[in-house]
């Protein structure tokens, strides 16, 4: 049975009763923060690349695995990537890192936010165990940061979602690059943008984990900021991409569907942000599982169907 639309956002979404799952404590050495995972599955296993802040303020990149997704996390006690000195544009951290599994490559693409003086950057790395990593460097210039890549090609190019800052107006919307070979990539095309006035998702906006292939377009979810006189809150909503052409919008819904309401997403480093970067489709199930960052201090994931996602959108685009 479809559950009701009637109430709109955490109707779609429950939070695990376990949350938040990964928290600074749990990790095998010293940190500030935990957040801002990416998410796949190898085998059977969940594996979270979580963003690890230490205790100078710079971020690197580590692994979590679960059996089952929720509890029992084994955390290795070495990050994966981390800030390096031959990189400046790393120099001040990497973070938010979105892993896409491709199988033309047999491996996944971890595009993540490089972070050095000369501002953020889009990077891009491929790893085939998680073990180790190749970097294939910066491939959007700064300011620019919330990449994700499709995993498959779209009339025979790579598809990489990004956000550019505009220089002009400062602007911060979802743009779309393509590449032949993930290495030269055109310039961008916009694809939709921060909606003005009171709006929910009106100071910027990104593109959260890759976004999902279904029959009816790619699934996107993103984070839409709203700045307050208290700060700014970070919420997530939902959109669907035309499948041949994914700069072009199908539907996009009005409302949030997932907002900071826990005690862990209102109280941290930063109140009142729900940050998604890792997203898990079980076919066999129909089970969608989001996971975020709450509060830029710990993870927390929220699940829910992906036929009852998809026809919320259809109907509420």
């Keep these: 049975m479809t559950r009701s639309f009637g109430v709109v956002g955490d109707g779609l979404f429950e939070r695990a009763h376990a949350n938040p799952l990964l928290t600074p404590e749990r990790w095998p050495y010293r940190i500030n923060a935990v957040m801002n995972a990416a998410a796949t599955l190898v085998g059977d296993e969940t594996v979270l690349l979580c963003r690890v802040e230490d205790r100078r303020g710079i971020s690197h990149l580590t692994v979590a695995r679960s059996a089952d997704g929720i509890s029992n996390w084994v955390v290795e006690p070495a990050p994966l990537m981390a800030p390096s000195e031959e990189r400046p544009e790393e120099w001040w951290g990497v973070e938010d890192p979105r892993v896409t599994r491709v199988d033309e490559l047999d491996a996944w693409m971890i595009a993540y936010t490089a972070f050095g003086p000369q501002g953020p950057a889009v990077s891009l790395a491929l790893t085939r165990d998680f073990l180790s990593v190749e970097r294939l460097g910066v491939v959007c210039p700064p300011d620019d940061k919330n990449a994700s890549l499709l995993p498959r090609r ?56 890759p976004p999902l292939e279904t029959p009816h377009g790619w699934l996107v979810v993103y984070h839409g900021v709203r700045q307050t006189v208290a700060g700014a809150l970070y919420r997530v909503g939902l959109a669907l991409l035309d499948l041949d052409d994914p700069a072009t919008v199908l539907k996009r819904c ?45 993870i927390g994931m929220a699940s829910g169907r992906l036929d009852e996602v998809l026809a919320y959108v259809l109907e509420h685009g």
């Design 154 to 209: 779209v009339d025979g190019n790579f598809v990489l979602f990004h956000r550019p800052v505009s220089t002009t107006g400062g602007r911060a919307d979802v743009w779309v690059s393509r590449s032949p070979d993930l290495r030269s990539w055109t310039a961008p095309e916009p694809v939709f943008g921060a909606r003005a006035g009171g709006w929910w998702d009106s100071a910027r906006i990104g593109v959260g984990p």
């Design 254 to 298: 009005d409302e949030w569907v997932l907002g900071p309401r826990e005690e862990y997403e209102l109280v941290g480093d930063v109140p009142g942000v729900v940050f998604p970067c890792g997203m898990i489709h079980r076919p066999e199930s129909g089970e969608l599982r989001l996971y975020y960052g709450a509060a830029d201090t710990c």
